[in-house]
């Protein structure tokens, strides 16, 4: 069964900040034919200007740093990534007249690469076996060094980060499903999409279920998550707003990511990949209960970053 979209009207902007945001739910029915009285519905975030999620924190912090005059065409934004909010700071910087600096591991995939340079960002590459916690450590070095040279948009401890989500994401879930929305699921990464997004729906209907999802080892293909135990625990993180958190298998993820795109025409990201693997565990839940539910979760980019990863010809066909 093919996936299809749930209309949504789209405005756009006379500033690439201005259309970030607004993007449709798409209905995953292939994924739960069987699950009767229970709906899986995706954020599609790769309709953002940026192609991910993260255009929403990224244009937020930048937003509010503008604001306050922190960043100029001499005071540039100094940030670390794994990839996705750099092409976010970049596609910002380029369309707004203000340098990028970016401390990315070196094993992103090639694809990250390239956009990152086609947009003229100036790229820090750390060793990879340190992850998005080396890339960290390696931006705090750099400002603390060269302080008046950088605004340090620090993501992981930026509120303007959740508030994003609070302000948008949450808010478009609740009127795109009609208050219908009964269990919200996100990964971790910075953790910003989860407390934002989690903290506003609560606020709107105290009954939804709200479960992160994170890696199941520090050691995995899950780009962008963090392994909460062993990681940086970025400031903004609050492990107390989840009413559940599912541990994700890298294997999971890149057999559903296959499955999505052989099977519901849907190429997507790894993460998005592992969340939509996470709400159908939810979404199974509720049915063998016998409980209705809609089920909403984050498509946080597609696959357009990860063609070049070797998953996708591994193995048996999905």
Known sequence: MSATL?????????????????????RLDGLSPRLAGVQILGKAEWANPGGSVKDRAASMI??????????????GLLDATSGNTGIAYAMFGAALGFPVTLCVPSNVSPERKRILKAYGANVVWT???????????KARELVAAEPGRYFYADQYSNDNNWKAHYFTTAEEIWEQTNGRVTHFVAGLGTSGTFMGTTRRLRELNPDIRCISMQPNSPFNGLEGLKHMATAIVPKIYDPKLADENIEMGTEIAYKMAKHLGRHLGLLMGVSSAANVAAAVEIAEQEAAAGREAVVVTILCDSADKYLSERFWEEGEPA
């Not at 749930?6 to 798409?26: E, H, Q």
């Not at 060793?127 to 450590?137: E, F, K, L, T, V």
């Open 6 to 26: 749930v209309t949504t009207s789209t405005a756009l902007g006379t500033s690439v900040l201005d259309r970030v945001g607004k993007t449709p739910l798409v």
């Open 62 to 75: 930048i937003a509010d740093a503008q604001a306050k005059g922190l960043i100029s065409k001499d005071r």
């Open 127 to 137: 060793n990879p076996a340190d992850g998005s916690d080396g890339a960290i450590r």
